[in-house]
């Protein structure tokens, strides 16, 4: 199989965190810019990235890039790029866009231009003058940064967050790939306890079980790129069925998802069960102030609510304070929180290890990390 140069897209903030995962798929020359990593690789890796990534939103096959400062320019060179190695004559591929700080900032007519520059690409492979686009999807992307035009096709279809397994989402729900980020920050392991006392509808529980059952991700899931002509079947049915036999079934997990509102539980239970890691995870109505656990080291990974809604705020904040009594009590434990209160940490009245800015969908968080001890027997 030819080389080939794939770009896997994050949330702001993540961009370690997915190239983390790929070096530990294999991936080691990597380019890290901002919401992306850039990583060469096969055919076949198009497949094997978009079942394995957890914190990636999506994998982007790089078909070209080149600085251009008018429309005739980037006519030109997207028409000159490999187009025709990759659609069919039926391809459907509606062009996207974007441009940020770039002399050609009128989008829609960036997309046209790509769209006819394509059209007149495949005219010539092709031999004809009209394409019908009733096959499969192959969604193009113009992304224009400083006069610098990259030309991609998504590989992915629905954003990889889409598991398969969340069918029903609370108000305040967490993105699987968020979700798997902020486990995958924390360094958690498979034998160590890990509570999440605000878990909603269960995500970050059902994302704890599936890392520490070594569960592939997209295993529950199609992709765009299934239905492209230039990837074997057997690559997607041979890496799926290798996934498979990766999960450690047998594997004993510690994993408690708490919170009062029964109804959001029962969706929980729900996804845990679609997820196929019921069996893994305790889910419980139990108010945080009634948190307690008999294991003397554990970890606590949550999203609280934020109080980004009127009237909210004072509740919230008396939430927070708290939080920062009912955790002090487990004082073996680390602890992670998510939240966007710019005061978390005067009302938690702790100063986080360490903390880092992510977006939770549009909102601006900071993730607050607290050390615990390191049990005796890991040392």
């Known amino acids: 199989m030819s080389k080939i140069q794939l770009i896997a897209t994050s949330t702001f903030g993540l961009e370690s965190i997915v190239a983390r995962e790929l070096r530990d798929l294999g991936y080691k020359e990597q380019y890290i810019e901002n919401g992306r990593v850039t990583f060469t690789g096969s055919e076949e890796d198009i497949c094997l990235t978009n079942l394995h990534l957890r914190t990636a939103d999506r994998i982007l096959l790089k078909i070209g890039e080149f600085k251009t400062l008018t429309f005739e320019e980037l006519f030109e060179k997207t028409k000159a790029l490999p187009w025709d190695e990759w659609l069919p004559e039926n391809a459907f591929f509606p062009v996207q866009g974007k441009s940020i700080r770039s002399k050609l900032f009128s989008v829609s007519d960036c997309q046209a231009i790509v769209k006819k520059a394509i059209v007149e690409k495949l005219k010539i492979k092709y031999k004809r003058k009209w394409f019908n686009e009733t096959g499969p999807l192959y969604t193009v992307e113009v992304g224009l940064l400083k006069d610098i035009a990259t030309l991609t096709i998504d590989t992915s279809g629905a954003g990889l967050h889409k598991r398969g397994y969340r069918k029903l989402v609370g108000p305040a729900a967490l993105r699987e ?66 996934a498979r036999t990766l999960i450690k079934p047998d594997r004993e997990l510690r994993i408690q998802g708490l919170d009062i509102d029964e109804k ?49 705020i004072k509740e919230v904040e008396r939430l927070y304070r708290d939080m920062g009594k009912i955790f002090e009590r487990l004082d073996g434990w680390s602890y992670y929180i998510i939240t966007s209160h710019p005061a978390f940490e005067k009302l938690f009245k702790k100063r986080a290890h360490r903390k880092r800015k992510l977006y939770n969908g549009k909102i601006l968080c900071n993730y607050f990390q607290y050390f615990g001890p390191v049990p005796p027997l890991l040392t």
Request: aromatic share 12%.
């Open 264 to 312: 959001v539980l029962s969706l929980a239970r729900y996804h845990a069960k679609l997820a196929e890691v019921d069996k893994f995870i305790h889910f419980q109505g139990r108010p945080v102030a009634e948190l307690s656990s008999r294991f003397k080291y554990g970890f606590i990974i949550t999203n609280p609510p934020y109080g980004e809604r009127s009237g909210e």
């Open 177 to 242: 790939t968020l979700a798997a980020a902020l486990i995958l920050i924390s360094r958690w392991t498979y034998d160590r306890v890990l509570i999440d006392p605000f878990c909603g509808t269960g995500t970050i529980p059902v994302e704890a079980a599936m890392i520490g059952l070594d569960m592939a991700p997209g295993l529950k899931r199609a992709f765009a790129s299934e239905e492209w002509e230039r990837i074997p079947k057997n690559s997607w049915t041979e890496l799926r069925e290798k």
